[in-house]
């Protein structure tokens, strides 16, 4: 066995030694599905540049020794995200969802949103296991939640998701089920963060399916501890004319995938992505992005921005799948970095898998510094070197911003990227 | 005391010499032209004076009112009071007209010593002086030049310098490519800035904006020196004969 991988034996100790519960089941069937693959190495072509190595050996030594032991009762949490962002907040805090914040959304089933947390009973079809980290997910489930907007409803503000890992459980798996009925409508912004000082890892799971002419506003802002690891999964189906508006910000943890997959499987679909990466000291962030038109006419477009200092290493890889008879397909896909140091590193691949005859698709990376003839530009109005620096930096980060798809959080994720950029520049 | 002197100025890129011994001397209140065939070092003269870290100074002395200009920074000059209006100047995309505008003026002003300009103030200073030269509002909330054209990206040039007020404005072709409404534009915002307490050099290629901006002085410069002074009568001559005119009085 490689030394990366995680020990089947431990894993089964554990999700046997696990009380029963209305997941069993889930648990012992993803036991045997994650037992066929394992962790995946970077012997795979979609893990090339990101080891799990690390994310390993800390399950290992958390399976052998206090797995089992892990739940812990959420209390009531109060962040900046929560205090600053108006929506209607759910905590789930390493993995369990806080009854109290759940409790308190009750009301809103008047507006045709049902939430309810997975401990309570989950049909174990709808719990996906089809990728390894969704296995190991599924596995050591203990919690989640379900979010059912019923056809044509709509909420008065977005949803909020503070997943909080606060240290006391080394490894929290999270699995969230959306559920977007006809011509209705949901904005969730999800708030990953982290606290304490042990090394965590968290591997969390999003499943949505979209109805006829649903629309998903998402927007996930990431900012956990530089000792984080982080896997994360959100994958989606898209009926006819449905919509998707994704915007993921990676700001925080030591290492972060993201895997973002979208799935058109009817016309007049759109898929809209937007992301923005900074990384600085020896962060690694890595998006892995695939969306499948299985047939056509629909659109999806995708735009990524990354900022890297120090030893930083990101990866992006965004894929289009135009398959056989998906005509009328338009995609297009483009990554800008910029490299505020020499040694931070980005490995970029926008690819396009083309099947189909009738079809418009573009893509592009690009990688530099800098502006030399701007920060000039800029220093001859009497702005410092520093101030210049960080006023190109913040509007090349700001292209991104302006995309953003729920207005609710923009003023808190601007006051919080100007504050992850001031650190990034300071630290370079 | 001189606002500038510049004393057996070399200076050039890398290896490259440029400017191979530059003399002048700019009183306050004074217009200086100078002029010279592509190539004689006009820009790099104005990029040198400005600070730009992609030339290399190997002789000669730069005093701004009395201070060694070469010791500082493109930021220490623009806020100690020179201004560089740029041949070119550069689209910085989501960097906001007015945020740059603003910041320049407190950079300076914190300078200085002074607090903040009042927003106010900044806006009626900004709103007359658009007005003047024919801008529309909007420019204000756009990025800084970003997709404006030749003659528009200039006029946001001159707005700047009108904003600034700076003690010296160097500015380098600024009548390159723009129409007779635009130079007319440009020039009414020039003249606008003429104080006893101010000096202004005009880089110019060609004497048409020297109809609307009379100088002081004009000078040429050739091969990175000047070869020629006089006044405003220079410019018209050579308007009239060509620079191989100078040319030729230089290598004779």
């Known amino acids: 066995m490689s030394a990366d991988a995680v020990q089947h034996e431990l894993l089964e100790a554990a999700v046997t030694a696990l009380p029963p519960d209305k997941l069993s089941a889930v648990r012992r069937a993803a036991l045997a599905s ?29 399976l052998q020794e206090n797995a089992a032991a892990g739940k812990t009762k959420p209390g009531a949490v109060d962040t900046e995200q929560t205090e600053q962002i108006d929506a209607h907040w759910i905590v789930i805090e390493n993995g369990v969802v806080d009854p109290q914040s759940l409790g308190k959304l009750d009301p809103l089933a008047k507006s045709g949103i049902t939430i309810s947390s997975l401990a309570d009973g989950v049909d174990e079809d709808s719990i996906a296991v089809d990728d390894p980290m969704s296995a190991f997910n599924a596995a050591l489930l203990r919690d989640g939640l379900r979010l059912t907007v019923a056809a044509g409803c709509t909420l008065d503000k977005p949803l909020g998701i503070l997943l909080l890992d606060d240290g006391s459980v080394r490894v929290t798996q999270t699995r969230i089920l959306i559920d977007v009925g006809e011509n209705a409508k949901l904005r969730i912004v999800e708030c990953p963060v982290s606290a304490g000082s042990a090394q965590q890892f968290a591997n969390s799971v999003t499943q949505a399916a979209l109805g006829t002419g649903a629309e998903l506003d998402f927007v996930r802002i990431q900012q956990r501890q530089k000792d984080h690891l982080s896997v994360n999964r959100f994958s989606a189906s898209l009926d006819r004319d449905a919509v998707l508006d994704y915007n993921n910000f990676d700001f925080g943890g030591g290492l972060a995938r993201n895997d973002i997959v979208a799935d058109i499987g009817a016309t007049g679909a759109f898929v809209n992505l937007h992301g923005l990466y900074l990384a600085s000291g020896r962060q690694h962030i890595d998006n892995h992005t695939r969306v499948d038109h299985r047939v056509g006419p629909a659109k999806s477009t995708e735009e990524y921005r990354g900022i890297l200092s120090g030893q930083a290493r990101c990866v992006f890889n965004g894929k289009a799948v135009v398959h056989d008879g998906a005509d009328g397909t338009d995609a297009d896909q483009s990554n800008h970095n910029l490299l505020l140091s020499d040694k931070a590193e980005i490995d970029t691949k926008p690819e396009l898998e083309i099947y189909a005859d009738d079809v418009k698709c573009s893509h592009g990376a690009t990688v530099g510094q800098l502006d030399k003839s701007a920060l000039f530009y800029l220093r001859s109005r009497g702005l410092d070197k520093d101030e210049a620096t960080q006023v190109l930096t913040r509007a090349f980060a700001s292209a991104i911003l302006s995309k953003l798809a729920i207005e609710q959080c923009h003023d808190y994720l601007a006051s919080a990227l100007d504050k992850h950029l001031d650190a990034l520049i300071e630290k370079d | 005391m001189n606002m500038l002197e510049i004393k057996n100025l070399k200076a050039g890129i890398g290896d490259t010499e440029i400017l191979t011994g530059v003399n002048l001397e700019v009183k306050p209140g004074e217009v200086h032209a100078i002029m010279g065939p592509n190539g004689s070092g ?37 806020r100690e009071g020179i201004f560089l209006g740029f041949q070119y100047p550069v689209e910085i995309p989501g960097v906001n007209n007015t945020y740059l505008l603003k910041a320049a003026v407190n950079a300076k002003r914190k300078h200085q010593g002074l607090p903040e300009m009042d927003a106010f103030d900044f806006l009626k200073i900004a709103r007359e002086t658009m007005a003047m030269l024919g801008m529309d509002q909007s420019f204000l909330n756009r990025g800084v030049n970003e997709g404006f054209s030749g003659g528009e990206k200039k006029r946001n040039e001159i707005l700047q310098m009108a904003i600034l007020e700076p003690s010296l404005a160097i500015l380098d072709e600024t009548d390159s490519g723009l129409d007779i409404d635009a130079l007319k534009a440009v020039a009414n915002g020039v003249n606008a800035m003429r104080d006893p307490e101010r000096s202004i050099v005009l880089v110019t290629h060609y004497q048409r904006l020297l109809d ?24 018209v001559q050579l308007e009239e004969k060509g620079y191989d005119w100078v040319r030729e009085a230089a290598s004779a």
Do not use: C
Request: aromatic share 12%; net charge negative.
């Open chain 2, 42 to 78: 006009k820009s790099t003269l104005a990029q040198v004076l400005a600070g730009h870290e992609d030339y290399d100074v190997y002789e000669g002395t730069v005093e701004f009112m009395g201070k060694n200009l070469l010791d500082l920074a493109p930021e220490e000059r623009a």
């Open chain 1, 34 to 62: 994650f037992a066929a693959n394992g962790f995946p190495t970077t012997k795979h072509e979609d893990w090339k540049y990101t080891s799990l190595s690390a994310v390993a050996d800390l399950s290992n030594t958390w």
């Open chain 2, 212 to 235: 609307y901006v009379e100088p002081d002085f004009v000078h040429v410069l050739s091969q990175g020196r000047i070869v020629r002074s006089g006044d405003k009568d220079l410019a």
